[in-house]
């Protein structure tokens, strides 16, 4: 079934991006939730089998074109087999452009599959993969969503030694619309914990131009997590654009992490 | 202004919900006993046999705790660590600590399906106790006071048997909801002669 699905995703893809790369987008006004929360990278580590991630998110993007982001999205993700996670946000978008009032509405529906193929060891990172599609269920004439359908095919990898992780890669984003280009997105990522309740990380990202009038985006975010219990967490990051139009950004979310007990020695085996 | 009030509207409805999750996993914590009795057990040393009107309960538990360099704003060895790793039983009211001493160990962090809650470098506390007691019912409270962990449980004893209690820890849980000893004890499952009683 996931083979289909990832056959569907890959197909109607390049489908999309050929036959619609003509057509009109607003992407650089878009709002997108698209990110391994706190941070735009990514990782390739699934939620744990049967477990669950709930994120009541926010985010604020502040660029040339004015003020987006959402408010709030949510953001479900399921463990459904070992090393697989489905995944879907469904964001409510706002988004002021300058001398403009704000408009407020549904955003693009963001649906994925992430699926881990290579386990970390002593010596080996984990890989995985986490294809995204972006539904245009956003609407474009008000700049809350990009009016066409939207595809990331990355890689990514994770190494953690002792509490230090990083993780980091790339992919392609398929960006069909008018004056758009597909692009690639890369992003690197670092972090530690400090005590059982608190992570600080930070992240470096570079993006080709997405759109024919933009130009190379390079910027970076601080953020972390917050533990409360081990149900509950506050996630935190923001920053800044070192070249490209982004004066700052910021996110930050609720996660509720939940799933059946699992005893020492046990998962995984 | 008004760029404003959308931003602030998502951070209200976050600090809503954080304010109304908090302190979910907090009901039902057990408070650490009183222990005021001594006339419930002793503790078997030497394998010698049970006294007369007692049978032999074995304790065992085992636990690994992150290394003192791991978190690097948090305490580099707990106070209640210093001279070895603390085990807490109280039974009936009467209170008995162990300290074991640990061991570095270094397990490989996941296999096929995912993370081990006891992967990766860590040390290893074993416990592993006799003592004697009457047969019949008891109520038995453990604890990990280092983990600021207790459980508690009500067991019926046979006469004439060995048995054999066992304390299997069940770690919190990390990133993406896997369990890992970088965290912390958060709960246990309790077996009684192999069979799980709680």
């Not at chain 1, 699926?115 to 269920?137: A, N």
């Not at chain 2, 983990?147 to 054999?164: A, G």
Request: proline content about 7%; charged content about 20%.
């Amino acid at each position: 079934m996931l083979y289909n699905l990832w056959k569907i995703v890959l197909i109607r893809g390049w489908f999309g991006a050929a036959i619609s790369i003509i057509l009109l987008s607003l992407f650089m006004l878009t709002p997108s939730a698209s990110a391994g929360p706190p941070f735009i990278t990514d990782d390739p580590e699934p939620v744990d089998y049967k477990h669950w991630e709930f994120y009541l998110a926010h985010t604020y993007t502040n660029d040339k074109n004015g003020i987006s982001g959402t408010a709030p999205h949510l953001e479900l993700n399921y463990g459904v087999i070992p090393n697989v996670q489905l995944h879907i946000i469904a964001p409510l978008a706002y988004n002021k452009p300058k001398g403009e009032p704000t408009l407020y509405g549904f955003g693009d529906l963001e649906l994925g599959v992430k699926y881990r193929f290579v386990q970390e060891t002593d010596t080996c990172p984990m890989i995985g993969t986490f294809p995204i599609i972006h539904l245009p269920t956003g609407n474009e004439s008000r700049g809350l969503g990009n009016g066409e359908t939207q595809f990331f095919l990355p890689i990514w990898l994770q190494k953690s030694w002792g509490p230090w992780q990083t993780y980091g890669g790339g992919g392609y984003w398929i960006n069909p619309g008018t004056g758009n280009k597909n692009y690639w997105f890369l992003g690197w990522q670092g972090q530690r914990d400090l005590t059982k309740w608190l992570t600080l990380g930070a992240e470096i990202f570079y993006v080709t131009p997405p759109t024919t009038d933009s130009s190379h985006q390079v910027g970076y975010n601080i953020g972390g997590f917050i533990n409360f219990t081990e149900e509950h967490h506050l996630i935190f990051s923001a920053g800044s654009d070192i070249h490209g139009d982004t004066h700052s950004r910021y996110y930050i979310a609720y996660l509720w992490t939940w799933g059946p007990p699992v005893r020492a020695g046990q998962n995984g085996k | 202004m008004q760029k404003r009030t959308e931003g602030l509207k998502g951070i209200c409805i976050t600090i809503i919900f954080l304010f109304t999750f908090w302190g979910c996993d907090g009901g039902g914590k057990i408070l650490k006993p009183q222990g005021t009795r001594s006339d419930v057990f002793t503790e078997a040393k030497n394998s010698i046999p049970p006294p007369q009107g007692t049978v032999s309960l074995e304790i065992r538990a085992s636990v690994k705790t992150p290394t003192s360099e791991h978190y690097l704003l948090e305490f580099k060895t707990p106070p209640q660590v210093k001279d070895g790793y603390p085990f807490e039983l109280n039974i009936d009211g009467q209170e008995i600590i162990w300290k074991e001493k640990g061991k570095l160990e270094k397990t490989p962090i996941s296999g096929e399906q995912g993370r081990f809650p006891e992967g990766g470098e860590g040390i290893r506390y074993v416990l592993d106790r006799t003592i004697f007691l009457a047969p019949g019912p008891h109520h038995i409270v453990f604890g990990l006071p280092a983990d600021d962990f207790y459980t508690e449980v009500k067991i019926s004893l046979r006469e004439e048997e060995p048995h054999v209690l066992e304390f299997h820890p069940v770690y919190a849980m990390g990133r993406h909801g896997y369990r890992t000893f970088f965290h912390g004890v958060t709960r246990s499952e309790i077996f009684l002669d192999k069979t799980r009683i709680k």
